[in-house]
């Protein structure tokens, strides 16, 4: 028998070993009108956990609260109980079950540095939305919805994920990089161009850096506008990297 107790996602989050981590920034970087939303959201690290560039946090999502709602009432159930699952004997609602995976976290980039911001880990998401199996509306991705509506001052249960040292990028004067990245792509690209911006502001050496970057519209999802300066804008480039646009709604 399994006994589940204290809050809903308490268990789940033992289980994968996150923890909570704060939100203290969260903002759209696309366009209001832009149909593909893009976010950003920023969370602190606990005192001494810190991370490398481009590491990857694993979130473990929330459900739509509406949706869990609907569920809680299709199956009678009081959203405040606890529920022991005999797994000994046949249930009537064994089939729901069946059909419901707990939830498992989802992979983010980290897209901070861990030179210039190693308290916090940057994030950008990409809303995803697929036709729902239903065949009635659009299904958001759980991951994705959960982060895109997360609020200054909310908490996501996260963990730190190393990467594969293949996907750190060296800087240095013998090794010319080459980046390409279309969308949320560049997610983990960002730490590595800040971390490269610092090195040439103090003093280091560095091969020759290209970036071409993918992108619907310029003036509706040029996700590093910030740290281009401007929006709207073709940068020759970008922290010491330069830079190519491509794109698609364009010639
Ligand atoms: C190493 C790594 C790094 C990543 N970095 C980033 C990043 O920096 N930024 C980013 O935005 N993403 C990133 N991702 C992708 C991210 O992990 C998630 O896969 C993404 O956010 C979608 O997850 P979700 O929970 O929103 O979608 P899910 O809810 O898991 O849906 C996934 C798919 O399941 C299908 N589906 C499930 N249920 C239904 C249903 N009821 N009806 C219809 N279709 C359904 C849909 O087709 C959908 O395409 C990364 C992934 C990896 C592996």
């Avoid at 959201?41 to 490398?52: A, E, M």
């Avoid at 481009?54 to 929330?62: E, K, T």
């Avoid at 959203?79 to 046949?90: C, E, F, G, K, Q």
């Avoid at 659009?138 to 200054?152: A, C, E, F, I, K």
Wanted: charged share 20%.
């Amino acid at each position: 028998m399994t006994e589940v107790i204290g809050g809903p996602l308490d268990a789940l989050a033992a289980r994968h070993g996150v923890t909570e981590l704060n939100v203290t920034e969260a903002r759209s970087l696309s366009e209001p009108s832009y149909p593909r939303v893009k976010r950003f959201v920023r969370v602190v690290l606990p005192p001494g956990q810190t991370y490398r560039t481009a590491d990857h946090l694993a979130v473990l999502p929330a459900n739509d609260p509406a949706l869990v709602e609907r569920a809680a009432k299709l199956l009678d159930a009081d959203l405040d109980t606890v529920l022991n699952i005999a797994s000994t004997r046949p249930r009537p609602d064994g089939f729901v079950l069946d059909l419901l995976p707990p939830i498992r976290p989802r992979t983010y980039s980290v897209s901070s540095s861990q030179s210039t911001a190693s308290g916090h880990v940057d994030l950008i998401v990409s809303l995803l939305e697929a036709p729902a199996r239903s065949g009635r509306g659009t299904h958001p991705g759980t991951g994705s919805r959960h982060l895109n509506t997360v609020r200054v001052g909310d908490v996501v249960l996260a963990r730190r994920q190393p990467c594969r040292e293949a996907f750190r990028i060296t800087h240095d004067d013998r090794t010319p990089v080459i980046v390409i990245a279309a969308g949320t792509g560049l997610a983990p690209f960002r730490g590595a161009i800040a971390d490269r911006l610092g090195l040439a502001e103090s003093g280091a050496r560095l091969a020759p850096a290209l970036c071409y970057f993918g992108c619907d519209a310029p003036d509706a999802d040029y996700l590093l506008a910030e740290e281009a300066g401007a929006k709207s804008s073709r940068p020759a480039s970008i922290g010491r990297m330069s830079w190519g646009t491509a794109a698609s709604s364009e010639p």
